[in-house]
């Protein structure tokens, strides 16, 4: 069973408070509060196959709901699996499970916040390539907790983590920053750097004594 995570929150108590403004003023009243893992969503609708028509269609829906003039769905709501079982709900942060759940025509690209591997970019030991999963793994966790979409993808010599899912009205490449969505600028915002290991990484230039720190990147989501 699948449904729509509206956002996620850290305390049963702020969840309570969160759903009932939700409930009112988001018009949405069938929208509930559930326990995952360690962490609590606000959630909405029930469906067996996140492919089939009436999910796609309420999760459009409630993306494009206006609540005092702004969208606050639009970037957190996401199709991910209504079961509390920790294995289940966590393949849902996996990015390569992204396209099969929202469509390949919204989820195109996302935004590159760190990455965990080796500093010298060289291939790492069966163990060093476990550690840096479980560091990435355990970085989207918290993400998650404090409310922001985070999703990990596991490569063969690191892992990365992105921030948020966006599709072709979010980002023209004809006009790269200049012609970003409103919600693509604030994930910029919000997290500007591009990661390693969770420390900046500069970039130099001939001449440059200092560069300039990696910002965070729009990346293309895998098909699988």
């Given at each position: 069973?699948?449904?729509i ?30 326990r ?45 699996p ?13 990015l ?40 990435a ?53 919000k ?34």
């Amino acid at each position: 069973m699948w449904t729509i995570s509206l956002m996620s929150v850290s305390d049963p108590l702020s969840g309570r408070e969160l759903l009932e403004q939700v409930r009112d003023k988001a018009g949405l009243p069938e929208a509930r509060l559930e326990r995952r893992g360690d962490a609590y969503v606000i959630a909405y609708g029930r469906y067996r196959d996140p492919a089939m028509p009436e999910a796609r269609a309420d999760l459009q829906r409630v993306r494009s709901i206006v609540v005092e003039g702004e969208l606050p769905f639009m970037q957190a709501a996401m199709l991910a699996p209504a079961s509390a079982d920790s294995a289940t709900t966590f393949d849902a942060f996996d990015l390569r499970t992204v396209k099969a759940r929202v469509g390949s025509e919204v989820a195109v690209y996302t935004l590159q916040v760190n990455a965990y591997g080796r500093p010298d970019r060289g291939k790492p030991s069966p163990e060093e390539l476990k550690e840096f999963r479980k560091t990435a793994e355990d970085a989207v966790k918290r993400l998650r907790a404090e409310g922001d979409e985070a999703y990990y993808y596991h490569g063969p010599n690191m892992s990365i983590i992105t921030i948020g899912v966006f599709g072709p009205e979010d980002y023209d490449e004809r006009r790269p920053l200049v012609g970003d969505s409103a919600r693509l600028k604030a994930a910029r915002e919000k997290f500007p750097l591009s990661l390693v290991n969770g420390m900046g990484v500069r970039l130099r230039s001939a001449g440059q004594a200092e560069g300039t720190l990696q910002r965070s990147q729009l990346v293309a989501i895998p098909d699988e």
